[in-house]
C-alpha cells in the first residue's frame, strides 16, 4: 500500500486507468488533497484556454471551475487515458448551471501520478492525441 485516504488506498498495482479514474473522482467531489497526491507537482494542464503547469495552477482551477464530468466511455493504452464526457460547469456561488458540454479528456499517467491532462472538444481529437484507437475501448 503507497497510500490511503477515505475515498482511495493506491498501492503497487494501480493502473493509469484506475488512477485517472480517481483524479475523475476526485475532481467531482472536489477533494483537493486527494487530487494533488494523484497528480504530479508539475502537472500539465492543456484547455481551451491555454496550457499550464503544477499543483497551484490544479489547486486554483479546481476552485474556479465549479465542474463536474460524467464518465460515458473509456479508452487506455499504455500510459495514456481518454474519457469521453458530459460536463457540467457550476457557479460555485450559486451552484445553478452555467453550462454543459460533451467533451473528452485525454490523461498521461506515469508512475501513478497523472502528469497530463488535455481537455478537447472532440473524441476524434483525443484519441488521436493519446495515440489510442476505438478498438482499445474498455468495456463497461
Known sequence: ????????????????????????????????????????PDIRI??????AQGHEVLAAWLALAGLTLETRRTFAKGD????????VWRSVETDEAQGEA???????????????????????????HAGVSGSDEVPG
Open 80 to 87: 495514456a487515458v481518454v474519457f469521453a464526457q458530459r460536463g
Open 1 to 40: 500500500e503507497l497510500w490511503r485516504n477515505e475515498r482511495w488506498t493506491m498501492t503497487q498495482s494501480e493502473t493509469p486507468l484506475t488512477t485517472a479514474t480517481a483524479w475523475q473522482e476526485a475532481v467531482n467531489a472536489q477533494d483537493e488533497a486527494l487530487l494533488l497526491l494523484l497528480s504530479d
Open 102 to 128: 460533451e467533451v473528452a479528456t485525454r490523461f498521461v499517467v506515469q508512475n501513478g501520478k497523472v502528469t497530463e491532462i488535455a481537455r478537447f472538444d472532440a473524441l476524434d481529437e483525443a484519441l488521436s
Open 46 to 51: 492543456v484547455g481551451p484556454r491555454g496550457t
